[in-house]
Nanobody
């Protein structure tokens, strides 16, 4: 029963904000890298953001397209990872997925191949 469950998607006007949540169950959440990915129709899956495991400084990494607008965070006590999305643009429209994976040599990445557990996705639609 290793599962991730996203929520918080919806429709918003350009310039607005949304906060996505992803609740994990069935594994040791704090030992996993957590990432947010998105995929728009006809486009490749994109690694939006990642956050390191619960141990350490909590470093994060973002795609250039969202840097300065999106913030990933995690609450290990709640087994939850968040994606705060501000200043949304129409090009942010996509299905958003959270994912869990193990670090390699202590490092987490935004490479989707490094993640082995995926949520069902939550739709984000940004209108102009």
């Amino acid at each position: 029963q290793v599962q991730l469950a996203e929520s918080g998607g919806g429709s918003v006007q350009a310039g607005g904000s949304l906060r996505l949540s992803c609740v994990a169950s069935g594994f040791i959440f704090s030992s996993n890298c957590m990432g947010w990915f998105r995929q728009a129709p006809g486009r490749e899956r994109e690694g939006v953001a990642r956050i390191n495991t619960g141990a350490g400084a909590g470093s994060t990494d973002y795609a250039d397209s969202v840097k300065g607008r999106f913030t990933i965070s995690r609450d290990n006590a709640k087994n939850t990872v968040y994606l705060q999305m501000n200043s949304l643009k129409p090009e942010d429209t996509a299905m958003y997925y959270c994912a869990a994976g193990r670090p390699t040599y202590g490092l987490c990445t935004r490479n989707s191949l490094r993640y082995n557990t995926w949520g069902q996705g939550t739709q984000v639609t940004v209108s102009s």
